[in-house]
């Protein structure tokens, strides 16, 4: 079974902070993908890494997947109320499985 | 379109008792799945299915029986409830699998076994 785990579980931050959120693995994944969840509801695609070292940028939201594609970090700068959530990453092995991390509750105070 | 829906919204049941939960899309995927979600552990995946007809384990699929007879239908069967399956439970759709593919979520089952 492959294992994703993602650290920090919890972080309360103040506004306008900077925040990193962690996905690691001891696994080889395809690709990997990171979501965001709001209480009472499924979560959201929020983006898709394929390629080793490849980073991506979703406004304040920055995404980047290890060269070895076995982890994976989620960098937002000047963090928002609005940013408030569970962020969840999610590894594909190619085999129509996706495993989730346990996911980072992120709390904005304004 | 509706997306992904399932019904119902939240279910108590006694243990030892049988129930459907239900998951439509109308997105034409090919792909559908199942995942719950307890505390600290994501989602987990119970079974999915690649197309009508096919259906496979995920890692968690001890005491829940699914079928795909149509492309846009879904269905969980739980046969005896245990108190370990209360749960939240999230039904997806995508494309054509899983590999990078965008998964849509479902509005989720709240399941409590007494």
């Known amino acids: 079974t492959q294992l994703l785990e993602q650290s920090p579980q919890f972080l309360s931050i103040q506004e306008g902070e900077n925040l990193t959120v962690y996905c690691n693995s001891s696994?080889?994944?395809?690709?990997l993908q990171w979501y965001r969840q709001e209480p009472g509801e499924g979560p959201v695609l929020l983006v898709t890494v394929v390629t080793g070292g490849e980073v991506k940028k979703l406004k304040r939201l920055t995404f980047q997947f290890g060269d070895a594609r076995k982890d994976s970090s989620l960098h937002i700068t000047a963090a928002q109320p609005g940013d408030t959530g569970l962020y969840l990453c999610a590894g594909d092995n190619a085999g129509n499985m996706l495993t989730f991390g346990g996911g980072t509750r992120l709390m904005v105070k304004p | 379109n509706a997306g992904v829906t399932q019904t119902p919204k939240f279910q108590v049941l006694k243990t030892g008792q049988s129930m459907t939960l239900q998951c439509a899309q109308d997105m034409n995927h090919e792909y559908m799945s199942w995942y719950r979600q307890d505390p600290g552990m994501g989602l987990r995946l119970i079974h999915y299915s690649v197309g009508a007809g096919i259906t496979d384990q995920g890692e968690v699929p001890n005491g829940y029986n699914v079928s795909r007879s149509t492309t846009e239908d879904f269905p969980l069967r739980l046969l005896s409830a245990a108190p370990s399956q209360t749960s939240v439970y999230f039904c997806?759709?995508?494309?054509?699998?899983?590999?990078?593919?965008?998964?849509?979520f479902g509005p989720g089952t709240r399941l409590t076994v007494l």
């Open positions: 696994s080889v994944f395809s690709s």
């Open positions: 997806a759709s995508s494309d054509t699998g899983t590999g990078g593919n965008e998964q849509f």
